[in-house]
Nanobody, 122 residues
């Protein structure tokens, strides 16, 4: 089965950390750009960061720089989003996508997951 699925979300206190996983099944994720998005209630979906499929170049939204890190584990066919120093404003549903490039529109991504909830609260 060809699919992509997120996991690792949950409830965390401000200042805490979470590592989200984006695992692919049925295809090799190594040659795909993987972009993370998030959407908070009442807000528009926004990009969080991306790892390219050509050279693993990393790009991040300003809100994520210095706190979030994207990485690959080829053996697990998985891309990770490590989130540190979490803030309440980071509360959202986080989803991963895979496509040929990092700058493709969300609606045209080749693969996408259904998202995992991240809640940052005391």
């Amino acid at each position: 089965q060809v699919q992509i699925m997120e996991s690792g979300g949950g409830l965390v206190q401000p200042g805490g950390s979470l590592r989200l996983s984006c695992a692919a099944s049925g295809f090799n994720l190594d040659h795909f750009a993987v972009e993370w998005f998030r959407q908070a209630p009442g807000k528009e979906r926004e990009g969080v960061g991306c790892i390219s499929g050509r050279d693993d170049r990393l790009t991040y939204a300003d809100s994520a720089k210095g706190r979030f890190t994207i990485s690959r584990d080829s053996a697990k066919n998985t891309v990770f989003l490590e989130m540190n120093s979490l803030k309440p404003e980071d509360t959202a549903v986080y989803s991963c996508t895979a496509d040929r490039s990092c700058n493709s529109h969300y609606d045209y991504k080749l693969f996408w997951g259904q998202g995992t909830q991240v809640t940052v609260s005391s």
